[in-house]
């Protein structure tokens, strides 16, 4: 039986040396984007239109792509995300997608923590300063016994809690989902979104994209924040509205802000990246070494899973593992 051909679009994981040679020790015939971009459009679509399966990063996965690749059987996500994969095109043409939610989340949580105190010590704006020969000596505030909003309390949120607990912060928090039991075990403060940007000194997204996040943050929200508090957002961009974050820090309306995430990546907005109260780093929150291995073993397995039955040797199971059949509807 012909061994399964399995394309990798992702730039990161085709570089890593540990993921690529667990991969091609598996029985597949394997074809790595060795170009060293992303793959979009009609080179995305000509990439992986003869492959049996995909691993895939933040590569658009949509209903014209899945035409143009009939062979395709499983759809690997080397990542945490759904929002660039269209679950309903997947399941009309019974294309499986394997994903492992919150396998980075220890990651995303340390670097937030790091933008925490960087943010209310004053780090980057003296350390650029110092850079123009400014001595100045402006130490900010300790992050210990801040106010602390988080909204989101899924894999990352509530790993964000674990980390923040040694300084004794108040923590708010705002989900949809049910989450009175974990806020009660770790002493956090459920609350509207609304008691939570008026109240918090530091304010930090986990929330997946979507219609109901988009432009979570926006004018009217910012106006709602404290103007000596910061904005944290190491989700996805799109819950941004990055203009009106623009405008809010150009004006001082809040203290500054950490973006991680972008609508369009990388951002073309020179206006915003080169504001002096905006920390803004490129998509790195979830891409810590240890992060990349895991999230790369996860996708992985996910194939192992799915053309063998079950996991082979050497491939760390990840805490949690979803694999999501969505098979063909009648």
Same mark, same amino acid.
């Given at each position: 039986?012909? =061994? ?22 598996r ?9 060293g ?9 000509d990439?992986?239109?003869? =492959? ?14 899945? =035409? ?6 499983i ?24 994903? *492992?939610? @919150? ?50 309390? @899924? ?18 928090a ?11 075990e770790?002493?956090? *403060? ?7 940007? *008026? ?21 009217e ?10 904005l944290?957002n ?6 941004v ?7 809010a ?24 990246l ?19 291995? =895991? ?36």
């Amino acid at each position: 039986m012909k =061994a399964p051909l399995i394309k990798v679009t992702s730039p990161s994981f085709c570089k890593n040396e540990i993921l690529t040679r667990e991969l091609s020790a598996r029985p597949f015939q394997i074809v790595l984007n060795t170009r060293g971009e992303r793959l979009q459009g009609a080179s995305l679509s000509d990439f992986l239109a003869d =492959a049996d399966a995909a691993i895939i990063g933040l590569e658009k996965i949509d209903a014209p792509l899945l =035409a143009a690749c009939p062979r395709l059987q499983i759809i690997s996500k080397y990542g945490v995300g759904l929002d660039n994969v269209d679950q309903d095109a997947c399941r009309n043409r019974g294309v499986a997608v394997g994903w *492992t939610p @919150g396998v980075n989340r220890r990651s995303v949580a340390e670097m937030t923590v790091g933008l925490m105190i960087a943010l209310s010590r004053n780090l980057f704006v003296t350390s650029q300063q110092m850079r123009l020969g400014d001595w100045d000596k402006n130490g900010g505030r300790q992050l210990s016994n801040l106010r602390i909003g988080i909204i989101g309390l @899924g894999h990352v949120g509530q790993e964000l809690v674990r980390l923040l607990k040694p300084f004794d912060c108040s923590i708010w928090a705002n989900d949809i989902a049910d989450r009175e039991n974990f806020c009660r075990e770790e002493g956090v *403060t459920l609350t509207t979104k609304e008691s939570l940007f *008026t109240s918090s000194d530091i304010v930090s997204l986990h929330v997946p994209f979507s219609k109901e996040t988009r432009f979570l943050i926006n004018a009217e929200t910012l106006d709602l924040m404290k103007p000596d508090a910061f904005l944290i957002n190491t989700s996805r961009g799109g819950v941004v509205d990055q203009e009106a974050l623009k405008l809010a820090l150009k004006a001082r309306r809040i203290a500054g802000a950490a973006i991680d995430v972008y609508a369009h990546e990388p951002p073309d907005d020179r206006e915003l990246l080169e504001l002096p109260n905006l920390v803004c780093t490129p998509h790195i929150a979830g891409n810590s070494w240890e992060a990349v291995v =895991a999230m790369g073993r996860s996708a992985i397995q996910h194939l192992d899973t799915f053309f063998n039955g079950g996991a082979l040797p050497n491939v760390i199971a990840p805490t949690e593992f979803d694999l999501l059949y969505l098979r063909k509807t009648a």
